[in-house]
């Protein structure tokens, strides 16, 4: 059931090993889901509970460590030997006494690690504060390091196989943003045509399973457009109104997110003027990328290009992507935007997304693209518009 | 949009504040998303960046502190006054330099509550440890407590209203694992089951629209029945092998979990006893639940009932249903197993799922249910067996 073969996920582990050793970090524990299935293969709806995956710079391949129900799981979607497969007992689970931390920290102390400088993901979500309280009540003798991110960063740039990978999650974004401009029709219900996007998410194309969003359908109606994060209700679209689909292809938690804005009747002067000004400095901005430049110096093209307008766009333009589970697509570590100096490589891949959100209406339009070794290729291919049902 | 009366989130607000009070907390921070919406209605899938509602004994209506592009869907889901509505600048978002713990941290000395004792989530996902070494370190006269579960437990009993929404939620719950039985068929795409199951979650029925489930169909065939998180593929149902759904329907985020095996075939042996044990023992541990009783007594109940058997059942057999985002339905405060001496009230909400996963395969069935003022009533009408298609 492994997406890639070994050798991809030994490899990524030896990037891993180095940077830890850069950092001076002997052993990390990740628990941020992408990163263990980035590193394992792990791929199971059980983040709910505490897990995570041991890297240790002594021992060749990583330790999972889940809930007791899980490690079938583990055995199934991971390439680890049985003996790296460690399972905590049910009464570790959301206990008053007992913390799945304690027995991550026994698994320290039996490799005789107790004593070494461990890192965690202090800033991922699934790894909380107590966590971090009971690892360091347990071994007093370690030192600890923040490995926020670490693992993150090797995810940056993806393989050939990871972009074959966001390719077919493009193919699924086309048929899942056509379900969407299709479903919204006045009289429609919100939730019946959510409906359809997610199932076209799910369905994929005949030749690739889609699979599930770490952003489920985002749909913002009417007053709803002033802002980003909305979901679906049961109300009927109107007419002479807005609707925002930010969606996504996923294939393998692989995303290759997509929004457009559909306008139910004739738009009024300022959607279409924002639309216009949006989509002329997106343009204009994706013809700027390429390696070689960096993520602020995209942004600023950007700045450049709507400078001549009265749109004004505070937040960041972009962000990496690529694999990742709910909730979030973004992989959190490079951003298009003022102070990131991060400079673009091949196979690093984007979604950039210059949202506009005005007090009572707003408008997103996005691209989700990779760096080629000249410039950049779209992971699919949409028309970059307002997009207008009258 | 407030799918509640002002009343009804006022009287949640003044709950919270007397365990706070009881607890000796003055200042309480949530980032949980379902107790963030339970306290003010918020309703954003803005979760994957740092947000929190801030409540005070010596203020009546929380704050809700976000990000900036999410202050109008503050304004349009919540009942908060727009001087309660606290955003933060795009700076903030994954820097390396700035933490919105600092913005909130920032809030808080305005507000003069700086001395004050202050409790923080500690272990809930959506509050990371840096969260609290942000604000420990902004707060250095602060004296911090645990305030996890607090809102949680205020959420265990539910009102008549939070009922009904559950009720609706097992109404779209008939329909979703119907539409999973349906669609689960020899030939058929694993994903092409689930992108139907995903719609009718969605669409709900022609009343009550449906809502995105905190977690997504979980689906194990063949040999992944051993364990109960995975989800679909694009491989093929193939004759002769299990398939475990585990769905919900959900109604503004309200859940009635539903699950159910299907055999394609003629079940085996193992698979056929370990039904009539389990849907045996499952209607023998319902018979007993009334209020009075504890949750230890009702998995006591379930060990009894089973106990002529070679069935095992490790892990606890419930817990405490709503409300609730992602990654988990469960409400974290209660859970049907030993130890726990929680007893049984009216509204009181709980998903019962004995589920039994062996070395190669596995069942599970279950029953999401309300305590009555003598017993209980189940949140759907679907029968409790395994469901076997020729």
Request: aromatic share 10%; net charge negative.
């Given at each position: 059931?492994?997406?890639?073969?070994?050798?991809?996920?030994?490899?990524?582990?030896?990037?891993?090993?180095?940077?830890?050793?850069?950092?001076?970090?002997?052993?990390?524990?990740?628990?941020?889901?992408?990163?263990?299935?980035?590193?394992?293969?792990?791929?199971?709806?059980?983040?709910?509970?505490?897990?995570?995956?041991?890297?240790?710079?002594?021992?060749?391949?990583?330790?999972?460590?889940?809930?007791?129900?899980?490690?079938?799981?583990?055995?199934?979607?991971?390439?680890?030997?049985?003996?790296?497969?460690?399972?905590?007992?049910?009464?570790?689970?959301?206990?008053?006494?007992?913390?799945?931390?304690?027995?991550?920290?026994?698994?320290?102390?039996?490799?005789?690690?107790?004593?070494?400088?461990?890192?965690?993901?202090?800033?991922?979500?699934?790894?909380?504060?107590?966590?971090?309280?009971e690892?360091?009540?347990?071994?007093?003798?370690?030192?600890?390091?923040?490995?926020n991110?670490?693992?993150?960063?090797?995810?940056?740039?993806?393989?050939?196989?990871?972009?074959?990978?966001?390719?077919?999650?493009?193919?699924?974004?086309?048929?899942?943003?056509?379900?969407?401009?299709?479903?919204?029709?006045?009289?429609?219900?919100?939730?019946?045509?959510?409906?359809?996007?997610?199932?076209?998410?799910?369905?994929g194309?005949?030749?690739y399973?889609?699979?599930?969003?770490?952003?489920?359908?985002?749909?913002?109606?009417?007053?709803?457009?002033?802002?980003?994060?909305?979901?679906?209700?049961?109300?009927?679209?109107?007419?002479?109104?807005?609707?925002?689909?930010e969606?996504?292809?996923?294939?393998?938690?692989?995303?290759?997110?997509?929004?457009?804005?559909?306008?139910?009747?004739?738009?009024?002067?300022?959607?279409?003027?924002?639309?216009?000004?949006v989509?002329?400095?997106?343009?204009?901005?994706?013809?700027?990328?390429?390696?070689?430049?960096?993520?602020?110096?995209?942004?600023?093209?950007?700045?450049?290009?709507?400078?001549?307008?009265?749109?004004?766009?505070?937040?960041?333009?972009?962000?990496?992507?690529?694999?990742?589970?709910?909730?979030?697509?973004?992989e959190?570590?490079?951003?298009?935007?003022?102070?990131?100096?991060?400079?673009?490589?091949?196979?690093?891949?984007?979604?950039?997304?210059?949202?506009i959100?005005?007090?009572?209406?707003?408008?997103?339009?996005?691209?989700?693209?990779?760096?080629?070794?000249?410039?950049?290729?779209?992971?699919?291919?949409?028309?970059?518009?307002?997009?207008?049902?009258?």
């Amino acid at each position: 059931m492994l997406s890639f073969d070994i050798q991809e996920y030994k490899e990524r582990i030896k990037k891993t090993k180095k940077r830890m050793e850069t950092e001076g970090i002997e052993v990390l524990f990740i628990s941020q889901p992408a990163n263990m299935n980035y590193l394992t293969g792990y791929d199971g709806w059980s983040f709910y509970v505490h897990q995570g995956i041991i890297v240790s710079l002594d021992k060749e391949d990583p330790i999972w460590v889940g809930r007791g129900m899980d490690a079938n799981g583990a055995r199934i979607t991971t390439f680890l030997k049985d003996e790296d497969i460690k399972a905590y007992a049910d009464d570790y689970v959301q206990s008053k006494v007992k913390h799945p931390m304690q027995f991550v920290a026994d698994i320290i102390k039996t490799k005789g690690w107790d004593k070494k400088t461990i890192a965690v993901e202090m800033d991922q979500f699934y790894f909380t504060h107590r966590c971090y309280v009971e690892l360091e009540k347990a071994l007093p003798q370690a030192k600890f390091k923040d490995g926020n991110l670490l693992v993150n960063m090797v995810r940056l740039v993806k393989s050939d196989k990871e972009i074959e990978f966001m390719k077919r999650a493009g193919e699924i974004a086309v048929k899942v943003i056509q379900a969407g401009i299709d479903s919204v029709n006045i009289g429609v219900r919100e939730c019946d045509a959510a409906a359809n996007i997610s199932s076209a998410q799910i369905k994929g194309t005949e030749k690739y399973g889609g699979d599930y969003p770490a952003i489920v359908p985002l749909m913002m109606t009417g007053e709803g457009t002033s802002t980003p994060h909305l979901t679906w209700s049961d109300r009927k679209f109107q007419g002479n109104e807005a609707v925002i689909l930010e969606l996504s292809g996923v294939y393998k938690h692989y995303h290759a997110p997509v929004a457009r804005t559909i306008y139910l009747g004739h738009p009024p002067k300022l959607m279409k003027e924002t639309a216009d000004i949006v989509t002329e400095g997106l343009n204009k901005t994706l013809a700027f990328i390429k390696p070689g430049v960096s993520c602020e110096e995209i942004e600023a093209k950007w700045r450049e290009a709507i400078s001549h307008s009265s749109v004004v766009k505070e937040s960041r333009i972009g962000y990496s992507i690529g694999l990742n589970y709910p909730p979030d697509w973004g992989e959190q570590t490079v951003s298009l935007r003022p102070g990131d100096k991060m400079v673009l490589e091949p196979n690093m891949t984007f979604h950039i997304i210059p949202g506009i959100w005005y007090e009572k209406i707003g408008f997103e339009v996005d691209a989700s693209i990779r760096i080629t070794e000249n410039g950049y290729e779209s992971l699919y291919d949409f028309p970059i518009e307002l997009v207008v049902k009258n």
